[in-house]
């Protein structure tokens, strides 16, 4: 397999967050959810459906269950991953904001 690439901020943020580059993989790999985000970025998430597929988190095992309330904003020109969030999932969505 090989290593997702992290700019330097998402990098940071996954060490903040305690965030594996093993979870990142599993999120790229198998996340059903792809949302829009600026400046051509892509925000990548599971929805409950997807996590609740039995299949699915056989596969997954213990990432599973953290995969769940992650979400990655993804680079739409070079496939870097831009930074590493934890999606609480309010009613209103969270506004993915453009880099300073």
């Known amino acids: 397999m090989t290593q997702t690439r992290l700019t ?3 990098a940071v943020r996954a060490n903040q967050r305690g965030v594996s580059h093993e979870t990142i993989n ?5 996340a059903d959810v792809e949302l829009p985000a600026r400046d051509g970025c892509t925000v990548l998430r599971f929805s409950r459906e997807r996590l609740g597929d039995r299949d ?10 953290r995969v769940g309330s992650l979400a990655l904003v ?4 070079t496939g870097q991953v ?3 969030l934890h999606d ?3 009613p209103h969505g969270r506004r993915y904001r453009r880099a300073a």
């Open 8 to 10: 330097r901020h998402a």
């Open 26 to 30: 599993a999120v790229i790999a198998w």
């Open 56 to 65: 699915l988190r056989a596969t997954l095992g213990p990432l599973a269950d």
């Open 74 to 77: 993804v680079a739409g020109d």
């Open 82 to 84: 831009v930074t590493v």
């Open 88 to 90: 609480h999932g309010r």
